[in-house]
C-alpha cells in the first residue's frame, strides 16, 4: 500500500481526520455536484453558473447575458466563541446552515437573489470527518433553503474552527437597498420579531441560575432561531424589485443598532412606536426570567435576520398588498424624523432613548440589561 | 466623559485595541474613502463600482452594464501558522499584502481582471491599533498593485488572527481560463520560476543549524517573495482576452502539485523537460544547503503566483509577441500528452515520475526532499 493510499483508507472504527485534499474531496462531492450549467437570477436577469464546485477550478464562473447590479458581501462567523455550539445545543450542521444564511441575509438586505455562496471552513484534527461533513451539510441545506448554491471556497486544517463566507446577488441596475435612503416622514418596518437569538444567548450560558428553566416548547423555540434562521430573501425582492424600501438593512446586529445606522446613513431620526414592536414570547419570557425590559431585550444584540426598511407612507397600502399575496409579513414600528435621534414613545406618549443594548462587538454586553444581574 | 468617548480615545502612549466599530472605523477609513462611482473592468467590458466600502452598506454593489463573464473565489491565509510571521520575518503589512495578491492571482489564472476584494481581518486582544492598521494597509497596497479595491469584508475580534479572503473579477463572456482543456500536444507554459516561497519556508525556520547563513541579498530575495508577491494580472489577461491559454492555473500549490491537477481535469498526462524549468538561484542555494536537488525544491509545495498554462503549438509565436510587446515573459517547460501520467525527461532522455513533494494541505513535507534530512 503506497503512502498515498494509506491516507485514503478509512478506518471503520477509527475517527477519520479530514485535512487531505483527496479525502476531503470524497467527503464533500456529494454537496457540489450538477452545479454547472445552472441558471440563476430571476426577475428577468439571464445568470448562468458556467462552472460551479463541481468544475474544481481556481474560481467559479458566471455568465451574465444582461445589464445587472451585482452585490457581495463577507460575514465571519465565530468559531470556537460561538456560545451554543460550545454548550452542545448547537450541531456542526446548524452553524454551517447559521453560516450561509447570515451571509445570504445581506443579500437579501440589499433586495437582490443570492447566485451563490463561497464557504471558508477550517478546523482542527480534534474535529473528525463525520462533524465536518454536517458542517458542510448544514452549509449545504441553508443555500438551498435560499434557493441558491454553495460554489465553492476553501476548507482545510486550522487551530481552531472558523467559519466564513461570501454571498454574492444580483439585481435589476440601480434597484440595490441601500442604509441611505430613508427620508423624514417614511415609515418604520420590519417584516417580524426580534432578539430571539439573543435572548436565547443570555437564557442558556445561565440556565442553571434561574429559578426555573422556561417550559421544553419555549427553550426549542429559542434554539430554533440559531438553529434554522431565515434569510428573507422573498421579503427584500418585493421591496427592490418594486423600489418600496427607501431604506433596508438586515438585523444581524439587533433592532437598536439597525436603526441607529439607517439613521446615520439616511441623516434622519427616528422615533418608535414602543407598542407597535412585535415581541415574540419567548423573549419576554427570558426578559422576565433575567428581571429586564421584553422590549428592551427584543430591540438589543441579538444575530436575527428580519429586514428592517423604511417606505413612504403613500406607498404602504399596495405594498401590504404584494407581501400579503406572497404570504409574506411585516409591522410598522415607528416614522423617520429631522431630529438626528433614535428615541421611542410609548402609549402615552412619553419619549426615551431606544431602550435596549446596541452590538458593538465585544463591548455589548446583554447584562447590562438586566436590573439584578446575574453573575455568569 | 461618556463610556461611548472613552472608547474612543487613543491614549498615545497606551496601546489601543480595535475592537469597537467606532474606532475601528476611524482607523481604516482612510483605506476605504472614494471609491463609489470608480469605473473598473477593461477590455470594453462595463462595470461601476456604485457603492464601495465607503458606502458602509450591507454588500458593496457594481452596476454590470454589458454581457460579462463574472469569477469568484475565496482563500483562507494561515494566521498564526504563517511561520515567517511568527519568526517576525513578516509585519502586519506583508501578511495583509499577502492576502489581497494570494486571492487575486485566483482571479488572473481565470484570465480575468480582478473588480474587487473582500477582507475578512479578525485578531486577538495581543494586537494593538498599529498593527492591525499594517494589516489593511498592506492588503490596501496589494489590491492598488494589482489595480483593483478592497470594496468591504469584516473586522473584529477572535482568539487568534484569521486572515481570509474573497477577489471577483470579470472578463469577456465564455473567454475564462479553465483548469480542463489541455490537449495532448499543447505545450506546457509556466510565467516565471517557482519554488521561492517553499524555500523560504525550508530555510529559515532552520536557518541557524546550516553550516552557514546564506548571503543577506539571498536571504533578501527569499523573503520577497512573501513580502510583495505579484499575482499575474497582465499575463492572465493577455492569455484570456486572446484565448492563447487551453488551460491554466496559479501555482499557489507548487508546479508539481499545478501541473497534476491540470493534468486531471484536462484528462491528459504531461512531460516536464528538466532543463526547460527556470530554477531561481536562490532556490538552488536552499537547495545545496539542505542536500536536496534544486528542480526537486523548485517544484514542491510553494505559494508562488506563477501562472502555469498551456497553448496551441501553433500559437506560441504569436503568444510570445503579445507577451514581449506587454514587456511580459513565460518559459516552455513542458508538453501535454495522452499517458495520464506526470513525468520529467532529462537532457539524457531519462524518464522519471516528476520531482518535488506536491502540497496536500498538512501532510506535505518539504524535509521529505532532503537526502540528510535536519530534524527540526
Redesign the interface.
Known amino acids: 500500500m503506497s503512502p498515498r493510499e494509506e491516507?485514503d483508507t478509512v478506518h471503520p472504527h477509527q475517527p477519520a481526520y479530514s485535512?487531505?485534499?483527496t479525502r476531503v474531496r470524497q467527503l464533500v462531492s456529494e454537496f457540489l455536484t450538477d452545479q454547472s450549467g445552472t441558471s440563476l437570477g430571476g426577475d428577468g436577469l439571464e445568470v448562468r453558473l458556467?462552472?460551479g464546485a463541481d468544475?474544481?477550478?481556481?474560481?467559479?464562473?458566471?455568465?451574465?447575458?444582461?445589464?445587472?447590479?451585482?452585490?457581495?458581501?463577507?460575514?465571519?462567523v465565530?468559531?470556537?466563541?460561538f456560545v451554543l455550539y460550545e454548550l452542545g445545543l448547537l450541531s456542526g450542521f446548524d452553524i454551517g446552515y447559521y453560516l450561509a444564511v447570515a451571509n445570504i441575509s445581506?443579500?437579501a438586505?440589499?433586495g437582490?437573489t443570492p447566485i451563490?455562496l463561497?464557504?471558508?471552513v477550517?478546523y482542527p484534527h480534534e474535529v473528525d470527518d463525520a462533524e465536518f461533513r454536517e458542517v458542510m451539510a448544514g452549509i449545504h441545506q441553508g443555500c438551498t433553503d435560499c434557493g441558491t448554491l454553495n460554489?465553492?471556497?476553501?476548507i482545510?486544517?486550522?487551530?481552531?474552527i472558523?467559519l466564513?463566507?461570501?454571498a454574492?446577488?444580483v439585481c435589476k441596475?440601480?434597484s440595490?437597498l441601500?442604509?441611505?435612503g430613508a427620508r423624514p416622514g417614511d415609515l418604520l418596518c420590519v417584516t417580524g420579531p426580534c432578539g430571539l437569538l439573543g435572548a436565547a444567548v443570555a437564557y442558556f450560558p445561565r440556565r442553571d441560575t434561574f429559578a426555573k428553566a422556561l417550559p421544553e416548547e419555549v427553550e426549542r423555540r429559542l434554539l430554533d432561531g440559531w438553529k434554522r434562521p431565515r434569510a428573507r430573501v422573498a421579503e427584500g425582492r418585493v421591496l427592490g424589485t418594486k423600489s418600496y424600501a427607501t431604506a433596508c438593512?438586515?438585523t444581524s446586529d439587533g433592532l437598536k443598532a439597525t436603526v441607529e445606522q439607517i439613521m446615520q446613513?439616511s441623516g434622519v431620526g427616528f422615533r418608535v412606536y414602543e407598542d407597535d414592536v412585535p415581541v415574540d414570547p419567548a423573549v419576554a419570557m427570558v426578559a422576565d426570567l433575567m428581571g429586564a425590559e421584553p422590549l428592551a431585550l427584543a430591540m438589543s444584540a441579538s444575530s436575527d435576520f428580519q429586514l428592517a426598511f423604511t417606505i413612504d407612507a403613500g406607498d404602504l397600502e399596495k405594498c401590504r398588498a404584494e407581501f400579503d399575496l406572497a404570504g409574506l409579513d411585516f409591522f410598522v414600528v415607528g416614522e423617520a424624523t429631522n431630529t438626528g435621534r433614535a428615541e421611542s414613545v410609548n402609549g402615552l406618549g412619553a419619549v426615551r432613548p431606544l431602550p435596549g443594548v446596541a452590538w458593538?462587538?465585544?463591548?455589548s454586553d446583554i447584562s447590562l440589561l438586566v436590573t439584578d444581574p446575574v453573575e455568569d
Chains 1, 2 share one sequence.
Do not use: W
Not at 55 to 76: E, F, I, K, N, Q
Not at 151 to 154: E, I, K
Open positions: 491516507q485535512d487531505e485534499p458556467t462552472a468544475a474544481r477550478d481556481d474560481c467559479a464562473v458566471y455568465d451574465l447575458s444582461s445589464p445587472m447590479s451585482l452585490v457581495v458581501g463577507s460575514d465571519y465565530r468559531g470556537p466563541k445581506d443579500i438586505a440589499m437582490a451563490g463561497l464557504s471558508v477550517r460554489v465553492g471556497g476553501d482545510g486544517n486550522a487551530e481552531r472558523i466564513s463566507a461570501t454574492f446577488g441596475p440601480g440595490a441601500m442604509r441611505s438593512q438586515d446613513a458593538k462587538h465585544q463591548k
